[in-house]
């Protein structure tokens, strides 16, 4: 069954035929992201209106149509901007996308990729485990099939009588395809205890791992046995097209890798649903801290160390995105707004969060809209300078422009206008 794809950007609508969404006379939306916020729906005149919110990725929506929503910055390299984030993106288990077979170094796979591995090798174990003649390396003398060439080359050419070559293979279930499995599975049992213990998984990888007793444990190297699953995945055969997808998960999780997610591409893995509002909040102040640390500045996260709203409490408290300290004081706030341009609303908000900090110094960071630059925004009555600073996501050279950026921060705080 064909999948319609329908394109469209963040933030943006599109109507729906209500009849399109209806199966046997009732509105089905597909249960994996029916409460998950990814669309926001309303109807008028007979049609669904669904909005895009803060989340890319291609979203199920029926069993016969998806929507893909692309961000609507220029990003050149999204998975990047994922990993340096630390931000976990939702996989849609059993919906899967194209993805260019490239891939970044990522960490968690686990959490990302394991649900996916466990499903599909619940499938795989209800149809049984592939199993292929394996030669046995201790094969007993005198058994299997006498190998006439093999003893006239290696034996009775040489005047040997005594000695015979024999062929003897067993039907077994250790193969690179389950033994690559099952090795995954270990790995993501191993992260969920030391990260998630909780989590209902373990005891299902516990079933699966019971299942797969009589495959053995790989005991060389862990980069022998991804180049050996890395010549099976790619060709296996029609009958085993069940096998295909945990064998993608079971390549990931081994490398600890994350595919290429900016562009579609031939390799089918599941579609990953990213906050790429959150991505680039955290994207920025990771490399603003590994790049201001050096001129003697520290970078916190304000969500995680609010400052209070009113010097002498009432619980209420504040939360801008960084918070820059030099010598153990505030110098500047930045919030990060992945947006064309801040609202009034959010300058009220950064004036809010200088009062409370009593910091003279604070403004927003936006995407590059390939219009506005780097600029001073003024200063208030009370002496509050406030800057409006742009990230280019489209840039080529990421390295080069996290440094750039990182030195306009220092001139903000430094109270210079001119911007590079």
Not at 135 to 159: C, D, I, L, Q, Y
Not at 222 to 235: F, M, P
Request: net charge positive.
């Amino acid at each position: 069954m064909t999948v319609e794809v329908i394109e469209c950007e963040e933030f943006k609508e599109l109507s729906l035929r209500l009849s399109s969404l209806m199966e046997s006379g009732e509105l089905r939306i597909d249960e994996r992201i029916a409460s998950k916020g990814y669309l926001a729906a309303t109807m008028s005149g007979g049609q669904i209106a669904l909005r895009t919110t803060r989340f890319v990725g291609t979203i199920p929506v029926t069993p016969n149509l998806a929507i893909k929503v692309t961000p609507r910055a220029s990003i050149a390299n999204l998975s990047y901007m994922l990993v340096r984030s630390g931000i976990i993106p939702t996989a849609i288990s059993g919906f899967s996308r194209g993805y260019l077979p490239r891939f970044v170094t990522a960490a968690n796979v686990e959490k990302i990729y394991g649900r996916s591995l466990v499903d599909g090798t619940k499938s795989i174990a209800k149809r049984g485990f592939m199993k292929s003649y394996v030669k046995n390396a201790n094969s007993p003398p005198w058994r299997g099939r006498f190998m006439a060439s093999e003893t006239v080359k290696r034996h009775a050419s040489k005047g040997v009588r005594y000695r015979h070559e024999f062929d003897h293979s067993t039907l077994s279930p250790t193969v690179i395809e389950n033994i690559s499995l099952k090795e995954a599975l270990k790995q993501v049992r191993t992260w969920h205890l030391a990260n998630d213990k909780k989590n209902s998984i373990i005891k299902e990888i516990d079933v699966l791992l019971h299942d797969l007793w009589s495959v053995t444990d790989w005991h060389g190297r862990k980069a022998d046995l991804v180049s050996e699953l890395g010549r099976k995945v790619r060709s296996v055969p029609p009958q085993l097209a069940h096998y295909r997808d945990p064998l993608w998960s079971a390549f990931l999780i081994l490398q600890s890798l994350l595919p290429e997610v900016s562009f579609d591409g031939y390799v089918k893995l599941d579609s990953l649903i990213i906050d790429v509002s959150a991505v680039f909040e955290a994207f920025i102040r990771r490399e603003l801290s590994d790049r201001l640390w050096k001129q003697g500045y520290s970078v916190e996260d304000g969500n995680k160390r609010p400052g209070n709203f009113f010097v002498d409490g009432g619980g209420f408290t504040v939360h801008p995105d960084m918070i820059i300290r030099k010598d153990g004081t505030v110098v500047a706030l930045i919030d990060a707004k992945y947006k064309t341009d801040p609202k009034e609303q959010d300058r009220y908000e950064v004036l809010s969060f200088m009062d409370a900090m009593n910091v003279s110094v604070g403004g927003f960071v936006c995407p590059a809209n390939g219009v506005d630059t780097s600029r001073y925004l003024g200063s208030t009555a009370t002496g509050k300078k406030m800057f409006g600073l742009r990230y280019d996501l489209a840039a080529q050279d990421a390295d080069a422009e996290a440094q750039r950026f990182s030195e306009n921060v220092i001139k903000m705080v430094n109270g210079i206008h001119e911007f590079i």
